[in-house]
C-alpha cells in the first residue's frame, strides 16, 4: 500500500510524504504505482518551476517527501491542491487497499 501524508497548517501546506509500494501489480507494470509517481513528481517539479517557493525534497526507491521552508504561495496552494485531488481520485477508484492519504492539520 502507498501511504501519502498531507501536514497543513491554517489552509497552508507544511509537507507532504508518500511511502511504499500498491501492490496492485507486478513492479513495472503497476498503474497505482506509476499515477502516484507522475503526480508527486509532477508536483515538485512543478513548485521548483513555477513559483519562489522553497522545499526541501528527500526521494528513494518507493519514498518522497518534501518540506516547505517558506510559506505557500497561491501558485503552490493551487499545485498541491491538485495533487492531492489527483491522488483522492486514485484512492476513491482503487480502493484504499492500494493508496491511503491522510491529511493533518497541525
Known sequence: MIQVTVVKRNGEYIA???????????????????????????????????????????????YLA??????????TRLLMDSLVLGLSQIQDNYDKQYLKITIKEV
Request: one cysteine or more; charged letters at 25%.
Open 16 to 62: 507532504f510524504e508518500s511511502k511504499g509500494h500498491a501492490g496492485f501489480s507486478e513492479a513495472g507494470r503497476d498503474i497505482i504505482c506509476s499515477a502516484v509517481s507522475a503526480l508527486t513528481i509532477n508536483a515538485v517539479n512543478s513548485i521548483d518551476a513555477f513559483t519562489e517557493d522553497m522545499i526541501h525534497v528527500k526521494n528513494e526507491e518507493g
Open 66 to 75: 518534501w518540506e516547505f521552508l517558506s510559506g505557500n504561495s497561491h501558485e
